[in-house]
Structure formats: structure tokens, C-alpha cells
């Protein structure tokens, strides 16, 4: 009897994780990881502030541009993750195979010192949001810099990107803070059905800043590295696109619910701020103490993220595209410029924050410039990879997907010349 | 006098590629013909010789690939000159010929001196006899300045600052194994350079590479390098590479492998993979391999191997040795030979040394140890480790409930245990 009742249960339970559905939701969350890290990484915090600046200064306007992005991300960070999955080779690596050795030295320097900004950008984001919970930043910036390094260097992929996921989480917190503006959801309908387009020059700024500030250079060069990393074969590939696919809307999600409360709050009572640490010491009074620390903690939370991705990440890469040993089970002596970079990264990242007198806000505007100056070149470069039969075989661009990858190719390159323009000139 | 001493000063014998790309061609009259954009080269033989040049024509801007050329110093000037009556010959393509800047510059090939993969910044050529050689392969940051024409400015720089000179660092071409395509190593089959390096060498540059340049690597050893190599990689790694072979192949291999290895890798398979390489191998090896199949691999079943010379009691030193020289091949471990009695129950221990101590017809049950260290089939491994780290040992046997020996564990397959737990 009991034994009937047994195979019965067996039976069904066996039948249940059968069904194609459940196995592929298990393979699926065994595959996920590159994308969605990859995104959230890019909420670091320059997004953060871009997003609050975004909220604040032109409240719930700026809304629907959110909806394009999303797409040119999936566009682009499609074509890096196939490219890892096909080629089994970072992006550094095919671009010096496919371009030569004096490309690549300069687009690598470039790309060194725009990650150096970024870097420092993220230790300002650590120093600026403790400042918040009251502690120093001759404290916090050593102490986060310990961190990064301690779990780089002693934590292996699999466990750092099991902390990586869960850092993906506290993401939330930014949800939640969303919802303690109290949104008035009719505005925001209307927001996304009435999109407003202005043709001056603040408000095409902003437009610039969201757009550069989600699209990184840095990116692809990560994402398409860890979906190597992670041993992805063309066969998973429907998995890898998902995951980036997610990854990508989980990031505007995130960006629009920091709009959302800076333009409920700041916006709708005529506060100006200038960084996102601002905004959260503004949110106290408007959306309560536990909205400011929720926000302030994500900050806090983004900028660790990032900084302890951003240095590894130009370390690999640049050791990739010269040739260097590369790897942190070997030891110092073995790949001497893979840790001279990764430890000038941190070194030069937290220890710049520290330097009195510093001019920061110039340091950030001047990466933000080679950002954007660097990200049209790194678009072409990619474009003519992942169309190129030699490397990718039968997985190159469709016609459909070459007509769009172009034109978002071009509308960026296009924005990120206005971004130049807008930083130098005004 | 003077006049007949040739000028040391100017001679050069060797030239990098990245200074002859770019160079004018000329014909027997001395017009410029055009630029050279490559060179080809037959990779028969040590050192490959150049055995054409792509160039881009002056006169239409075309892209022609030919031969017959004479590469020579005159004046301290290097100059490339068409010969002979059938200029200009268009070069048809031959199997063994490969173009430079295609299959080498930039990419990734394996030093097996070094034992390392490195990437190449630029070649070296040996002139001699109006011929080019390739020589050596530029790996150094020296090599990848002068590809993008900062070196005189970072030399200048680390010599005022530091006082530094640089250096080459060249890799002889004897040493270098192209990898860039599946076709190139099928190319070069024949002077197949990974055999020179040590299987656990092989295995760290597997590792390295990308998943296409790894099969095709792999794909290029003979089965008994393919086997050793595969005992020292990365688990995924090794499944990743069995799983792209056929099951013949994947068996063949399998087979070589000693059984505990082999066991542990067809457990981490798909299952109908496994099935079919087990299907596929020797009825034998098949039944030994199925049984350690069925033991999990944290316990003592699931780290030990079949493969152990035991002997009845009765059974002589000679006999002993010989069996073991006669099965040397199959065998995990000879160090141990185990006395068991008609129900495979351990009875003692006799050593390698002992053996070979003792007088020919002695007899094992005179010679054994009979106080044997062994360990539970269920034992878990945390113990097993304490149990080699207290009685210093090689191998530790294995038995059931009913004491019967099952297999051995080597201290080789532990080693993976104990490796994880020092940080490695």
C-alpha cells in the first residue's frame, strides 16, 4: 500500500521537474549571472546621481527615454554576450587578433584612464554615502578599499559572484524607497504616454547623461569576458540572452524608480541638488528618515559594487589584449602586471578621494568626456567583429539586427559627440 | 685594403617584420612595384622560409600575392628585389604555405619552452642567402612598442629615468606551437610541438584557452598524452572536452586513464554520454568503472581504484612479480601488493621493497605485514586524509562491511582533498 503511494508521489514529482518548463527555469538560474551583474554594476554610482539628477531637475519628463535605452542595452549587450558565447574570447583579445597592436595599446589607455575616473567616482560615491551614516571618510574609503581587494584576491568566481548577485538585491532598496514617495501613478502613466522632448541645452544634457552613463565602454568589455569566464557554450546561449535581456530591464526599473522619487519629492518642491548624497539628505524631511538611508545605503551599495568589478575587470582586459599572464591563482611575481594595474586601480581610485583639494568633480567630468569619446570607437570595433564570419560563423548579425545595431550605433555616437560637446563647451 | 673589409657596422642579420611591413618592393630595373602588406612562409622544415609576399601594387592599388624574391643589405639598406625572368609570377597557393600577419602576428601561440601561452608582438627573421627564415617570435613589451612606434621614446625615457635598457624577449620559432586555427595545428601536425611539454603543463595552457582552440589542442594529442592531460585538468574542463568527442574516441581515451580518474570524470558526464563511452570501452574496464560509478565521491568508494596487484597467501615472490610485470600497464599502483584470502578478505600487506628483498620462493603469507591500516568503503574522506597524514602512507585499501578488500585509494587521488583545504 505504502509502496503504491510512494511510486505515485515519485511518479508525479518526476513528471513535475520533467516538464521541459521546470528543467529549463533550473538551467536558467545555473546560467544566469554575466548579464544580470553587468547591468546592475552600470547603476554605480555616476548613474545613481545622474538618475536623481534626472528626477529632480526635470521631475517626471524624462521618464519614457528610459524605455529606449532599455532596448539599445539589450542591442548592444546581446551582441557582446553572443560574442563571448561564439568566439569563446574576451573582446580585448579580438580586438588586438583583428585590429593590430597599435590600436589596441591606445584604445587600452583609453580605456585605462576613463575606468581610473569611474573608479574614482565610485570610492566618492563609498566616502560620500557613509559621510551619510556618520562615518568618516579617512575610515570608510581604506576600509572599502581593503575590502575590494580582499574579496577579489581571495574569493574565487563562483563565490564572488554569489556575492555579486546578492549585492544585485539590495538594489531594491531603491524600489522600496520609490514606493515611500507616495508616486501619483496617473502622472507617471501620463508621463509615458505624453513623452516630451525639449531643444534646450540642459535638458539634451540630461538626456546625453542618461543614455552615456548607461552605456559604458567598460561594459562590454566585462560582460563579454564573464560570459567566457563562466564556460558558456553556443548551446546556452538562449539562456545568456535572457539573462542579459533581464539584466537590462532590471536596471531601468531600478532608474526609474529613482526618477520617480527625486521628481516626487525634490522636483515637486523646487529642490536643487547636485549629487545623488544630496538627494538622499533631502529625502528625510520630504519621504521620511527610512526613504533617505534606504537610498543612501543603495548608493553606498552600488558604489562598492562597482569598485570592486571596475579594477579586475581593466586588469583582465588589459592583460588579455597584451598578452600577460592574467589570473589571481597565480602569484605576484607570475603576473606582475596584472596586479601592478589591478593595485594601481585601487590605489589610485581611493587614494585620490583622500588627497585634500582634489578636484573630483573635474577628475569625474573629464572621464565622463573619454567615456563618451571612447564608447562610439569600442561600438564600430564590436559591430565589425560580431559580423566578421571568420569569428562568429553562422552566429553574425541578421540584416534586421545589423540595421538596428548600426542605427543605434550611430544615434550614440551622435549623442556621445553632443555629450563632448555639452562637457567642454558649456 | 681597407676597401675589401666588408662594414660590420651596417651588417644586419637579422630584421623584424613589423619593420618590413610597409616596405618598397623593386623590380630587376629598380622601379618600385609596390608595398609589402605580408609575407607567406612554408612552415616545413626547422626555421620556415618566406617563400612570398602580398603586396599593394603601385600601379593600380591591387592586392596580388607573389614569389621570387631576393631579400638583401646593401649600405646598411635592406632591400627586397623581384628576380628571375618570370617576374612578376603570381603565387598560386601551396597546403603547406601560411600568411603571416593572418595565422601569427597578434595572436596567441603556446611557448613550450616556457610552457606558457603567449601573444605575439612581432617575428624575427634571419637573413641568409638572399633567403628570410623565421627565426624567433616576439613576446616582449620591447616588441609590442616597436609594433606601435613608442620604442624609441620609452627607451630614451627608462634609460634617462632608470637607467633601464630593455630587452628582447624572443622565443625560438623551435618552441613555438601555432594555435590560432584548428587548421594550423593539423598544418603542423607532423612537427607537433605539445608533445614536448609535461601533461600537467598541457593541462594549465588548456585551461587557458578558448573553447575552440582547446578542442582543436586537445584534438592534436595522441591518446595516451590526451589521457594524462586530461588527469590533470579542471573538472568542467575535462567534461566540456570529452563531451565534444565522438564515444569512440572519448572511450579510447577514457580507457588510458587511470580508473579512479576516469570514474570521477564519467560520473560528472551526461548520463547518456557516460553510458555510451562505458558501452563502448572493454567489457572489463567497463565493470570495474561501473562499480566505482556507484559509490558517491566524497566517500572512500568513490576515490578509489580497482586497479592493485592482491595475491593469495600461497602464492610465491616470484609469481608475485611476475604477475605485476605482466600487468604493469593496468595497474594504478605497485608499490602495495595485497594478500587476500578465497573470499577477497584482506589478509596483509607486502611492499614493493619486500618483494624485491625476499628470496624467489618465499612464500607472500611468510613475508606480509599483517597489521593493515584500511578504511571502511563509507568512510569519508576528511578521515581517510588523517589516516595517510598519521601512517605515511601510499595507498590506503578499502573494504566492505564483510571485510572484503573493494579497491585502493591512492595517495595521488587524495591529493585533490587535501589541496582544496590548503587555499590552493
Redesign the interface.
Known amino acids: 500500500m505504502g509502496n503504491v503511494v510512494n511510486k505515485k508521489v515519485y511518479g508525479f514529482l518526476h513528471a513535475f521537474f520533467n516538464a521541459g518548463r521546470w528543467r529549463k527555469l533550473w538551467i536558467f538560474f545555473a546560467l544566469i549571472g554575466p548579464g544580470i551583474i553587468t547591468s546592475n554594476v552600470d547603476n554605480d554610482a555616476g548613474g545613481i546621481t545622474t538618475y536623481s539628477l534626472a528626477g529632480a531637475d526635470y521631475g517626471l519628463s524624462l521618464l519614457w527615454s528610459l524605455i529606449p535605452i532599455t532596448g539599445v542595452l539589450i542591442v548592444i549587450q546581446e551582441m557582446c554576450a553572443r560574442m563571448g558565447v561564439v568566439?569563446?574570447?574576451g573582446l580585448s583579445?579580438l580586438i588586438?587578433?583583428r585590429f593590430?597592436?597599435?590600436i589596441?595599446?591606445?584604445l587600452m589607455i583609453a580605456l585605462f584612464l576613463t575606468n581610473l575616473g569611474n573608479t574614482i567616482s565610485e570610492f566618492a560615491g563609498i566616502a560620500a554615502s557613509m559621510e551619510i551614516f556618520g562615518v568618516g571618510r579617512y575610515f570608510s574609503v581604506p576600509l572599502s578599499a581593503a575590502f575590494v581587494w580582499w574579496l577579489v584576491v581571495k574569493g574565487n568566481y563562483k563565490s564572488v559572484e554569489k556575492v555579486f548577485l546578492f549585492a544585485c538585491f539590495i538594489y531594491f532598496s531603491y524600489i522600496i524607497s520609490g514606493f515611500m514617495g507616495k508616486p501619483d501613478w496617473h502622472a507617471v502613466g501620463s508621463a509615458f504616454l505624453h513623452p516630451v522632448f525639449r531643444m534646450d541645452a540642459g535638458f539634451l544634457a540630461m538626456v546625453v547623461a542618461l543614455v552615456g552613463t548607461t552605456i559604458a565602454p567598460w561594459m562590454q568589455f566585462y560582460l563579454q569576458s564573464s560570459v567566457?569566464d563562466k564556460?558558456l557554450?553556443a548551446d546556452d546561449y538562449p539562456f545568456t540572452r535572457l539573462d542579459v535581456i533581464f539584466g537590462s530591464i532590471m536596471v531601468n526599473v531600478i532608474a526609474f524608480f529613482i526618477i520617480l522619487l527625486c521628481a516626487m519629492t525634490l522636483f515637486k518642491n523646487g529642490i536643487r541638488i547636485e549629487s545623488a548624497v544630496d538627494a538622499a539628505q533631502a529625502l528625510a524631511p520630504l519621504a521620511g528618515e527610512y526613504a533617505a538611508l534606504l537610498f543612501a545605503f543603495g548608493l553606498l551599495n552600488a558604489s562598492l559594487f562597482a569598485a570592486s568589478i571596475l579594477p579586475i575587470s581593466t586588469a583582465y582586459t588589459i592583460c588579455e589584449a597584451?598578452?600577460w599572464?592574467a589570473?589571481l591563482d597565480k602569484k605576484f611575481l607570475q603576473a606582475p602586471q596584472f596586479y601592478s594595474l589591478y593595485t594601481l586601480m585601487i590605489f589610485l581610485g581611493a587614494g585620490l578621494i583622500l588627497m585634500p583639494d582634489m578636484p573630483l568633480i573635474r577628475i569625474m567630468f573629464y572621464s565622463q568626456v573619454i567615456n563618451g569619446a571612447l564608447l562610439p570607437v569600442i561600438l564600430v570595433f564590436m559591430l565589425l567583429l560580431v559580423n566578421d564570419r571568420r569569428i562568429m560563423g553562422k552566429y553574425v548579425n541578421g540584416k534586421i539586427m545589423n540595421v538596428i545595431s548600426w542605427l543605434t550605433v550611430i544615434v550614440l555616437m551622435l549623442l556621445s559627440l553632443a555629450m563632448i560637446f555639452f562637457s567642454l563647451f558649456t | 685594403m681597407a676597401n675589401t673589409i666588408p662594414n660590420y657596422q651596417n651588417f644586419q642579420l637579422f630584421i623584424f617584420f613589423s619593420e618590413l611591413l610597409g616596405k618598397t618592393i623593386v623590380d630587376p630595373e629598380g622601379n618600385a612595384v609596390g608595398r609589402i602588406l605580408d609575407l607567406i612562409i612554408n612552415i616545413e622544415g626547422t626555421y620556415p622560409r618566406v617563400t612570398g609576399v602580398q603586396l599593394r601594387l603601385k600601379s593600380n592599388r591591387r592586392t596580388v600575392v607573389f614569389s621570387c624574391l631576393d631579400f638583401s643589405f646593401s649600405d646598411g639598406h635592406f632591400t627586397a628585389q623581384f628576380t628571375g625572368e618570370d617576374f612578376p609570377a603570381e603565387k598560386e597557393p601551396v597546403p603547406s604555405e601560411l600568411m603571416l600577419k593572418e595565422a601569427l602576428l597578434d595572436k596567441q601561440v603556446v611557448d613550450t619552452d616556457g610552457a606558457k601561452i603567449r601573444r605575439v608582438n612581432d617575428l624575427q627573421f634571419l637573413i641568409a642567402n638572399d633567403e628570410l627564415y623565421l627565426v624567433h617570435v616576439d613576446v616582449g613589451f620591447q616588441g609590442l612598442l616597436r609594433r606601435v612606434g613608442l620604442k624609441p621614446l620609452f627607451g630614451f625615457v627608462l634609460h634617462a629615468l632608470f637607467d633601464y635598457e630593455m630587452a628582447d624577449q624572443l622565443v625560438s620559432w623551435k618552441f613555438v606551437q601555432m594555435i590560432s586555427s584548428p587548421d594550423l595545428l593539423r598544418l603542423t601536425i607532423a612537427q607537433n610541438r605539445l608533445a614536448q611539454l609535461h601533461p600537467a603543463d598541457l593541462a594549465d595552457i588548456i585551461e587557458e584557452l578558448d573553447i575552440h582552440q582547446r578542442k582543436a589542442v586537445f584534438n592534436a594529442l595522441d591518446i595516451e598524452t590526451a589521457a594524462e592531460t586530461l588527469e590533470e585538468t579542471d573538472p568542467k574542463v575535462q567534461v566540456s572536452l570529452i563531451e565534444g568527442l565522438s564515444t569512440e574516441d572519448a572511450s579510447d581515451i577514457i580507457e588510458e586513464m587511470s580508473l579512479s580518474e576516469a570514474a570521477d570524470l564519467l560520473g560528472d558526464l551526461s548520463p547518456e554520454k557516460a553510458e555510451g563511452i562505458l558501452n563502448e570501452m572493454e567489457r572489463d574496464a567497463a565493470e570495474d568503472m561501473k562499480e566505482l560509478l556507484a559509490h558517491p565521491e566524497e566517500m572512500a568508494g568513490g576515490l578509489m581504484t580497482t586497479a592493485y596487484p592482491s595475491f593469495p597467501p600461497t602464492c610465491t615472490v616470484a609469481d608475485a612479480l611476475k604477475t605485476i610485470r605482466g600487468d604493469i600497464d593496468d595497474l594504478d599502483l605497485i608499490y602495495y601488493s595485497y594478500v587476500v584470502d578465497d573470499h577477497e578478505r584482506l589478509l596483509g600487506v607486502v611492499s614493493l621493497r619486500e618483494l624485491l628483498a625476499a628470496e624467489p620462493e618465499a612464500l607472500l603469507s611468510e613475508l606480509m605485514d599483517t597489521r593493515v591500516v584500511f578504511v571502511n568503503i563509507e568512510e569519508k574522506k576528511g578521515q581517510i586524509a588523517a589516516d595517510f597524514f598519521k601512517y605515511g602512507l601510499l595507498a590506503i585499501p578499502v573494504v566492505d562491511d564483510d571485510e572484503q578488500l573493494k579497491g585502493i585509494i591512492l595517495f595521488k587521488n587524495l591529493l585533490e582533498v587535501i589541496a582544496a583545504k590548503l587555499g590552493r
Open positions: 568566439s569563446g574570447k583579445d588586438r587578433e593590430g597592436a597599435r589596441t595599446f591606445y567566457v564556460g557554450k597584451f598578452g599572464e589570473s
